[in-house]
């Protein structure tokens, strides 16, 4: 029997107790890539040779009587922007095609660590620029909800991979929100730990103040296990936190939120979104309610100028850590005929090599770093940013975690937003203010809008360095809503329409 809809904790007490090998369990998952990947398109890369030789080595630990952890031998499917030795990595761009890093990430050596098999190398926005995977120069991937419709981005194949039964596990990153505006308009979770908390080594840079690498999967304790997995610190990255990891496993196993505090902030969860996604909101508000928590509303009036500040900040970021694929040390090198100098031959790789809104944000960025401008708008994003986490600040005096819907609409048509940069952008309302303060940031499920029938994510933010409030309130409301429903959400979405 295929063990595909299993979650990974239960694959890994089924590995645990010897009903199934990891060899066995990688192999199901491809047949299932096989089979629905030509319509989903998710990966961009598979490794089964590698992902073979992990899990033969996990079953060989394992029957040799090792103490292994609570994933180890369970598949996952790995975002195109985190380096893995000698596996090609192209952050769904044309510029790094044909490129094999010489080196693990912290992320993929913490996961071999933990002994996860990595299926394979999952589609996304060019370098992480974009909310619906249509950006990719590989093609967009497609909602295994509808498949006409887009699966958010920038980590859409990560998404996709877990709401197709692909793969169990997936590792996403977010810097304005690509890991949770996907997993809301797929109906699975995704987390953005504290800035910090995981590792950046080997993360191709997009916005560098604001990259994060974090979980993505079908429950909260599905993240959980993963996030323990991958957080802590490395010296490797100077921006990553050297304390304790917070205890998420046992924080999302707690289901009880007697007694907390949980804001509603007021500028992110009304006016400009979709009536369904208000409705089914609401009522995960009641479900916590009758869980004992207490619902307060708090303002946080600098929010209205983040997605502005956002995109004076990341294009800024962008425009610096871009200028490194210069046709000379990664990638593709194009007019090189012995003929042309150096400069001539970096505009010809840098005009065929970046597509549209990677070249959008480049042009953006450099404007709005040159002299001259550079007070006027980096300076200025710069102190909005400050006044973001001071808004966060305030109001995590008044309550324990904050919370808003994660994305403004459901999954929308591709192709709908695709020559309306400003359309697109707006996706990333409520979650680009937790990318601003460093904080933690969690979607998860609460329901398929009535209108559409398409999933609605449901955010928590919680304090820097407190990621276990998140999972505390997440694993809660997720409880309450399956027993309300009788069933789990992800387990309604309708059988692929396999082309
Ligand atoms: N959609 C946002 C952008 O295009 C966020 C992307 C991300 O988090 N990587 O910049």
Known sequence: MSSIRLSAAELGAALAKGEITSVELTNQHFDRIAEVDTSVHAFLHLDKEGALAQANSVDAKRAAGEKLGPIAGVPLALKDVLTQKGIPTTCGSKMLEGWRPPYDSG????????????????????????????????????????????????????????????????????????????????????????????SRYGLVA????????????????????????????????????????????????????????????????????????????????????????????????NFDYALAAYYLIAPSEASSNLARFDSMRYGIRVGDDGNRGAEEVMNLTRQVGFGREVKRRIILGTYALSSGYYDAYYGSAQKVRTLIKRDFEAAFTKADVLVSPTAPTTAFKIGEKSDDPLAMYLNDIATIPVNMAGIGGMSLPCGLAPEDGLPVGFQIMSPVMQDDLMYRVGGTLEAALNSKWGHTLISQIPDLQVR
């Open 206 to 301: 997009f916005s560098s103040s604001l990259d994060q690498a974090g979980p993505c999967a079908r429950t909260v304790l599905d993240t959980a296990l993963l996030h323990e997995a991958i957080a802590g610190h490395d010296p490797r990255d100077s921006t990553s936190i050297n304390s304790p990891v917070p205890q998420v496993v046992a924080a999302a196993k707690r289901l009880d939120v007697k007694g907390m505090k949980i804001g509603v902030v007021k500028e992110i969860s009304g006016e400009g979104f979709q009536a369904g996604v208000r409705t089914r909101f609401e009522e995960s508000l009641q479900l916590l309610v009758e869980a004992g928590a207490e619902i307060v509303e708090v303002s946080c009036p």
């Open 107 to 198: 992320v993929v050596t913490k996961l071999k660590d933990a002994g996860v098999v990595i299926l394979g190398k999952t589609n996304m926005d060019e370098f992480a620029m974009g909310s619906s995977t249509e950006n990719s120069a590989y093609g967009p991937t497609h909602n295994p909800w509808d498949l006409t419709r887009i699966p958010g981005g920038s980590g859409g194949g990560s998404s996709a991979s877990l709401a197709a039964f692909e793969a169990p596990l997936a590792i996403g990153t977010d810097t304005g929100g690509s890991i949770r505006q996907p997993a809301a308009v797929t109906g699975t979770v995704g987390v953005k730990p504290t800035y910090g908390g995981v």
